[in-house]
């Protein structure tokens, strides 16, 4: 496993399509209420990559020869949908849905990648609770980005956090290092053992992002080959950000 650290100029970069991944989630937020399909949230997103002069880093996507390439820019995982659920015109959000989204642009050849999780309108108190808690996951996780620290710190970070109101993270999905490719080394597991792993060291950039249940971490993919499911049919919640690490500590690239 080769991990590359990144020199200030190609953290600027990466903050740079960060910033447009940002701008792209504000306008998703925006749309996240009752009626709106996640097509039209599709819609939106691509008139801002064509606005702007961005690449998406999702669409046809294809990690593997034996999977059809991904037919969107966004990901949209509604309730026990864990991360990539693909826009349809035949989806429509209605008043109490979890929507995750995921978002990846490319600009000047770097890679932003950022995803968010949204009420739809009112919200049972678990689900509320659910977003709450990985967003706060995410937060802890992010102050762990401190050369000196291990690996695993970032990700029992989560776990620790999470399990502390029933919850569970996934493990089958993980973060990732992030520069000119949007997956580089290393994989950044949500759960584990403290004080294992790769050293962390000023340079290294990562997306964070913790895939929390309101259930089990047990998942599967449905027909369609991409859209990642809890195997209980329980809620799940997605938060993600792209986060430097700086001689002045973490920097969240994907964060205005």
């Known amino acids: 496993m080769h991990v590359r650290l990144k020199s200030p100029k190609e953290i600027a970069k990466l903050r740079k399509a960060n910033?447009?991944?940002?701008d792209v989630l504000d306008i998703c937020q925006e749309l996240a209420r009752p009626g709106v399909t996640t097509w039209d949230m599709e819609v939106a997103a691509r008139q801002y990559l064509e606005k702007v002069g961005a690449r998406s880093a999702f669409f046809n996507y294809q990690p593997a020869m034996?999977?059809?390439?991904y037919p969107a820019v966004l990901?949209?995982?509604?309730n026990s949908k864990v991360v990539h659920g693909i826009p349809s015109r035949d989806e429509v959000l209605v008043e109490g849905?979890?929507?995750s989204i995921d978002f990846g642009a490319f600009v000047e050849g770097y890679c932003g990648d950022a995803a968010r999780t949204f009420p739809i309108g009112k919200v049972?108190?678990?689900a509320a609770l659910l977003i709450d808690a990985t967003r706060d996951s995410l937060d802890k996780a992010i102050e762990k980005m401190?050369?000196?620290?291990r690996l695993s710190d970032v990700g029992h970070a989560v776990q620790s956090h999470v399990e502390g109101f029933g919850f569970d993270v996934i493990r089958d999905f993980v973060g990732h290092g992030i520069g000119r490719q949007m997956h580089e080394p290393?994989?950044?597991p949500n759960f584990g053992s403290p004080g294992r792993g790769l050293l962390l060291q000023t340079g290294l950039v990562l997306a964070i992002e913790p895939m929390v249940t309101e259930g089990s971490h047990k998942v599967e993919i449905l027909d369609d080959g991409w859209t990642v499911v809890t195997r209980d049919g329980k809620l799940a919640c997605h938060f993600e950000h792209s986060v430097a690490i700086t001689e002045d500590g973490p920097l969240v690239l994907?964060?205005?």
Not at 66 to 69: A, C, K, R, T
Not at 75 to 78: D, E, L, M, P
Not at 146 to 149: A, L, R
């Open 19 to 22: 910033l447009v991944v940002s």
């Open 66 to 69: 034996d999977m059809s390439p």
């Open 75 to 78: 990901c949209t995982s509604v």
């Open 97 to 99: 849905d979890i929507l």
């Open 124 to 126: 049972s108190e678990t």
């Open 146 to 149: 401190v050369s000196g620290n």
């Open 186 to 188: 290393p994989q950044v």
């Open 254 to 256: 994907s964060r205005r």
